[in-house]
């Protein structure tokens, strides 16, 4: 059975830090690329890093860009997500999901490139 458990969410000041993970099973983790995005209310769900297959290649949305670090443990079928200088505007529910291949492509923040997410964990960024 296909799962991606996210955790690591929580309630932290502006200027704080979190690291989320992302752990797999079920699938052949080191075979697709895997991405993350979030859900404000009220908004849609967007694009906030994707990382490949085998954890050479990243790209971030311009918003998250110089704070955001994405990496892999393919050993360990784990992504995470690190992310600094965190703003009340990150505030979301923050979901992993599954590519559908090792790398989607320029514009992998399109949501229909994933055929599995995770439940998602909420980050809160209030003072």
């Known amino acids: 059975q296909l799962q991606l458990v996210e955790s690591g969410g929580g309630l932290v000041q502006p200027g704080g830090s979190l690291r989320l993970s992302c752990t797999g099973s079920g699938f052949d983790f080191d075979d697709y690329a895997i991405g993350w995005f979030r859900q404000a209310p009220g908004k849609e769900r967007e694009g906030v890093s994707i990382i490949n297959s085998s954890g050479s290649s990243t790209d971030y949305a311009d918003s998250v860009k110089g704070r955001f670090t994405m990496s892999r443990d393919n050993a360990k079928n784990t992504v995470h997500l690190q992310m600094n200088n965190l703003k009340p505007e990150d505030t979301a529910v923050y979901y992993c999901?599954?590519?559908?291949?090792?790398?989607?492509?320029?514009?992998?923040?399109?949501?229909?490139?994933?055929?599995?997410w995770g439940q998602g964990t909420q980050v809160t960024v209030s003072s």
């Open positions: 999901a599954k590519g559908r291949s090792g790398w989607p492509g320029s514009k992998w923040y399109i949501t229909v490139l994933y055929d599995f």
